[in-house]
């Protein structure tokens, strides 16, 4: 079984969901880090061009992520834009397609199979990424 399918089944988000969102992180990593953030992924995840390509393509459905976009926005105004790392997380999570209760399931999945996919140095490097851009959305 594939990543995508792997953790749909164990959180209950719809595969093409569960891509969309993995496309989404990965497009934050590479945004906010540049290629290097996803070298050690393109040899362990060989689908993460198909992975970045379905979150690019989809369309932003201001309908399924107004609320994130509510929250990161507040949370980046209050916070004098401290909160944009985070709030860009949230955004392309929300633009994936995923709901405030689906993040939270979906993350910690993501980051257990990363922890399997690629070595402890990168994984590291991925959760302080993650980590620091959902502490900052939710400071």
Known sequence: M??????S??????AE????????VLSFLKDQHGEDALSGLKQSLPTHNEMLAAYENSPSDGASNGLLNA???LASKFLGGGSGDGAKLL???GRAGLGVDQISVFLPKLIEHFESLLSPEIVA???AILTSAA?????
Request: hydrophobic residues 35%; charged residues 20%.
């Open 91 to 93: 955004q392309g999570l």
């Open 135 to 139: 502490a900052t959305s939710t400071k």
């Open 2 to 7: 594939d990543l995508v399918q792997t953790i």
């Open 71 to 73: 929250v990161a926005g």
């Open 9 to 14: 089944s164990q959180t209950g988000i719809p």
């Open 17 to 24: 969901t569960v891509k969309k969102a993995i496309g989404s």
């Open 125 to 127: 490097k991925i959760k």
